[in-house]
């Protein structure tokens, strides 16, 4: 192994790592790999074929000597405690100006703290969120980096050539000081967990209300594909209903078990849009449904205290459009509520997000790519202040032509008891937003009642108090 040969270096060599380091080669540029575990270092010198171009060690001193200044090393890794005691392994064969790369889902605090540490020893340091999984990391991932932009320089032609292309544009763009890229691509898998719930909710709806078999929603789902319903997620749903158990005729979907785990990445989304008073709702139900799953045994014997009535059938042609219009509408809240929260925290950590650019990034690539991202980055950029997807010119007919299938699906669920609380969630969340009074003068008065917390009034300016009794 040469030393300062290889342009660009990774730790952790697992399968995301490995295909994102064979994407990196097959570009152009000579990569060097780093991991403890010598079965996934053979691994990838046995994939990557001519060393020349890549190659790897599990030897942390040659690893960064072969690597040219100054250092690129991004780190794949699980986020937490591996990360900092990566960091350490790392550093004392460090020189100053030399680049760390944290490429998996840290929380975006933890990459605020790693950023100070590391810029007191004079190494840059910045997270560049990753969404594609293992096949988005092999032929193009979308990449969201944020931190040193004078750093991002050093390996922008890098990540241009790895990631996924829409229209010729490369899937990645810096995206701001700090801890803007973990951020941005947190929010990505909240919009991501809500958009999951939402395609499993119409399939839970079409199989129970009309009987629709694997075939048929394999049909219908690909067709939806090919319309203004197109995204990553919706094509997948239609290639799990066709895909059939090895050696069986019986479909594989019904075989799984429906209880649907999770790495935190929903929940920070929703605790931090808490944090900074942000309606997510959809966002938030979508890890709730999650969390309820994994009460398989208290589900089952929920369902014999609380047995329900067969669905009323509906005619299938008709359920499939009310389908089709009631998830197109709850995407659209769902990109809108993600969106809500990256201008809210934009200027609350002072990143300074594109939120155009950002749209533009997850059109390939990502997990939640989708037809209507290119309507939302036009959106963002006509009106670069947009204070919510909702209130876009461009949006109003979308919004409007799907608003009564959403009302008669949501309408259906709660009365046959199939429940559907992204869907409810994201039709209480439009009916919410757009009214121009809500009931919460009730709750002004109730807590003032009991705890004098003062309210404010209509007609006159300044705080009051009541003594209610």
């Known amino acids: 192994m040469k030393e300062s040969y290889y342009d660009f270096g990774l730790v952790g060599l697992g399968v995301m790592g490995r295909n994102f380091i064979l994407n990196v080669a ?3 540029f000579k990569a060097c790999g780093y991991d403890l575990d010598t079965k996934q270092v053979n691994a990838l010198v046995s994939e990557g074929g001519d060393p020349s171009k890549v190659n790897a060690t599990d030897d942390i001193t040659k690893f960064v000597a072969s690597l040219q200044a100054p250092r690129k090393i991004m780190m794949l890794v699980p986020a937490g ?4 005691s990566v960091i350490e392994s790392l550093l004392p064969h460090l020189d100053k100006n030399d680049i760390l790369i944290d490429g998996g889902n840290s929380y975006f605090t933890d990459t605020d703290r790693r950023e100070s540490y590391l810029s007191s020893r004079d190494i840059y340091f910045f997270g560049a969120g990753v ?3 293992a096949k988005g990391a092999r032929i193009g991932p979308s990449i969201m980096p944020g931190g040193s932009k004078s750093a991002y320089k050093e390996v922008k032609a ?19 000081p700090k801890s803007a890229g973990n951020y941005v691509k947190m929010v990505h898998n909240g919009i991501e967990y809500g958009l999951m719930q939402l395609t499993s909710e119409i399939y839970d709806v079409l199989k129970k209300a009309a009987e629709l078999n694997n075939e048929e929603l394999h049909e219908l789902y ?9 995204s990553f997620l919706v094509e997948i749903s239609s290639d799990i209903f066709s895909k059939k158990e090895d050696g069986d005729s019986k479909p594989l979907i019904d075989l799984i078990l429906d209880k649907a785990k999770q790495k935190g990445t929903g929940k920070w989304t929703s605790q931090n849009a808490m944090d900074l008073g942000i309606p997510v709702p959809t966002i938030d139900v979508s890890v709730s449904m999650r969390e309820i799953s994994a009460l398989k045994e208290q589900r089952m014997a929920a369902e014999k205290l609380y047995p329900k009535k067969m669905p009323e059938p509906v005619e299938k042609e008709k359920l499939g459009q009310m389908a089709e219009g009631a998830l197109y509408f709850s995407f659209i809240m769902t990109y809108a509520q993600g969106m809500h929260q990256l201008s809210e925290a934009s200027k609350e950590y002072s990143y300074e997000l594109d939120l155009a650019t950002i749209a533009k990034i997850w059109r390939a690539g990502c997990i939640i790519r989708a037809g209507l991202l290119e309507d939302i980055a036009i959106a963002y950029q006509n009106d670069p202040e947009l204070e919510n997807l909702l209130m876009a010119s461009s949006f109003t ?3 409007k032509s799907t608003l009564d299938a959403t009302r008669e699906l949501v309408a259906y669920g709660v009365t046959n008891a199939i429940p559907l609380p992204g869907l409810s969630n994201s039709l209480a969340y439009f009916d919410a937003y757009s009214s121009g009074r809500l009931p919460l003068n009730l709750i002004q008065a109730q807590r003032d009642y009991f705890g004098s917390h003062t309210y404010e009034r209509l007609d006159k300016e300044g705080s009051f108090h009541t003594e209610w009794e």
């Open 158 to 176: 890098i990540f241009e050539a790895v990631a996924a292309t829409f229209e010729g544009e490369p899937c990645v763009a810096y995206l701001g």
């Open 131 to 133: 969404s594609g999984g």
């Open 26 to 28: 097959d570009k152009g």
């Open 81 to 84: 405690k591996i990360v900092d």
């Open 397 to 399: 007919d979308k919004i």
């Open 222 to 230: 690909g067709a939806w594909n090919r319309g203004r319903l197109q």
